[in-house]
């Protein structure tokens, strides 16, 4: 199995960043993926940004220019560089890794932008 923990959320001024970080461990062969999802309460988990194993990257459009995501392979690791963050990015960040064909998603942290 694979464990992912997530790091970084809190509470930030609009305008202002956070580096969001997810370190996976456990039986790891190869992660063929890793990603970033956020909820809002009453709205549904939607993709931010995600890294794929040829480091081929995708953003949401809400998101690109301000978010850049980047992986570190030696420790296993994604991170979520945020920076002019606004309000409407305030949810709960869930990490996301496919390892050998199977998904993995961790326990959320969540980020709240106050106006």
Known sequence: QVQLVESGGGLVQAGGSLRLSCAASGSIFNINLMGWYRQAPGKQRELVAQITGGASTNYAD???????????????????????LKPEDTGVYYCKALVVGRLYWGQGTQVTVSS
């Open 62 to 84: 809400s998101v690109k220019g301000r978010f850049t995501i980047s992986r570190d392979n030696a420790k296993n690791t994604v991170y979520l560089q945020m920076n002019s």
